[in-house]
Nanobody
Framework: QVQLVESGGGSVQAGGSLRVSCAAS????????MGWFRQAPGKEREFVAA????????YYADSVKGRFTISRDKAKNTVYLQMNSLKPEDTGVYYC???????????????????WGQGTQVTVSS
């Protein structure tokens, strides 16, 4: 498995912005599909965004389209999630995930990934 370490979570008021980061170990990061999921208290973990291995394609949940942007930096082995116009319903633990196969099948589902980070808390107050 690849090690993933998230950072950058925090508390912000509604309408504000945050950027969370995920640093990956290993030299094969450039081949992985990377995704972000989130889990609110008492709810299932849900897909937020994903990016293909070459950053040529990005995918978003309908609830975050137009507000969140996923990107990756090959040189830094890092994937980012820029979150703008945050809403209280965006509150949750944000998890980074890696699909080492690099394929796009199932990337909006938890089962499409084989490595997960420990998560970082994002809290949006109204």
């Amino acid at each position: 498995q690849v090690q993933l370490v998230e950072s950058g979570g925090g508390s912000v008021q509604a309408g504000g912005s945050l950027r969370v980061s995920c640093a990956a170990s290993g030299s094969a990061f450039w081949r992985y599909v990377m995704g972000w999921f989130r889990q609110a208290p008492g709810k299932e973990r849900e897909f937020v965004a994903a990016i293909s291995w070459n950053a040529g394609s990005t995918y978003y949940a309908d609830s975050v389209k137009g507000r969140f942007t996923i990107s990756r930096d090959k040189a830094k082995n890092t994937v980012y999630l820029q979150m703008n116009s945050l809403k209280p319903e965006d509150t949750g633990v944000y998890y980074c995930a890696a699909d080492r196969d690099g394929g796009l099948l199932g990337i909006t589902t938890k089962s499409g990934y084989d490595s997960w980070g420990q998560g970082t808390q994002v809290t949006v107050s109204s």
